[in-house]
């Protein structure tokens, strides 16, 4: 096993000292090895040290213009520093190199949700749900992104999909709510809001939607 691998292994275990040694190593041996840069800037990255990752992704990225996952590394730390452009820039080029991966679509369709431009992440985040069915948050912003370009009919069903997975996402339910008030269907409204609250007391929006559609039954009724 190479000292890449090895290095990769030891940050899977939290060994996180024996890596770095192990990837100073392996650059000190070879200056040209892309992937132990791109590793320790993993490294860096995961102990908050994002500075010096992205010098070490973008040397990375110098010595083998290829690497999709220097790019994809870079766009992380780019994202938990809310620089959002920058971000949607390294994962593009990921994925133009090859990194084909959900988690590439999510993050990018991330970038684009929360730069507010829904219509750019909407077919990213499509793609993060088609490579990985089971991803519930690249299903859920999917669907918010469905919900807010007003396509509500698409947006149930992944919600719909989303608590077939996990029936305790109170979340969907209260999305659920909010878009089967949309539609008028009132009582399945408040069957989504009182389940939402049922698994989450404190959720303050379903309890202010079921508020408000009871108040339109009771006006139904007068």
């Known amino acids: 096993m190479d000292k890449n691998k090895i290095a990769v292994e030891k940050m899977k275990e939290g060994k996180l000292e024996e890596a770095a040694q192990i990837l100073n190593e392996a650059i000190e041996e070879d200056p040209k090895d892309a992937v132990a840069y791109t ?6 990255s995961a102990v908050h040290e994002e500075e010096r990752a992205i010098i070490f992704f973008n040397k990375a990225i110098e010595l083998d213009e290829s690497l999709a996952t220097a790019y994809y590394g870079k766009g992380n730390v780019l994202y938990n520093q809310e620089n959002y ?4 820039d390294a994962f593009q080029e990921a994925l133009q190199k090859g990194l084909q991966e959900g988690d590439a679509y999510y993050m990018l369709g991330m970038s684009f949700y929360l730069q507010g431009d829904l219509t750019r992440a909407l077919p990213s ?3 993060a749900t088609e490579l990985n069915g089971e991803d519930v948050d690249a ?6 992104s ?3 370009l007003q396509q509500i009919d698409e947006a149930v069903h992944v919600f719909e999909e989303i608590i077939a997975i996990d029936n305790s996402h109170s979340d969907s339910f209260f999305n659920l709510g909010v878009a089967y008030t949309y539609k008028n269907e009132l009582q399945k409204a408040l069957q989504m809001f009182n389940k939402a609250l049922d698994i ?3 959720h303050l ?3 202010n939607g079921k508020k408000q559609v009871e108040e339109l039954l009771k006006q139904g009724d007068e």
């Open 39 to 44: 590793n320790f800037g993993n490294l860096l």
């Open 85 to 88: 452009i920058d971000a949607i």
């Open 125 to 127: 985040l499509q793609r």
């Open 139 to 144: 299903k859920f912003h999917y669907a918010l």
């Open 146 to 148: 469905l919900a807010q």
């Open 200 to 202: 989450q007391p404190d």
């Open 205 to 207: 929006l379903s309890a």
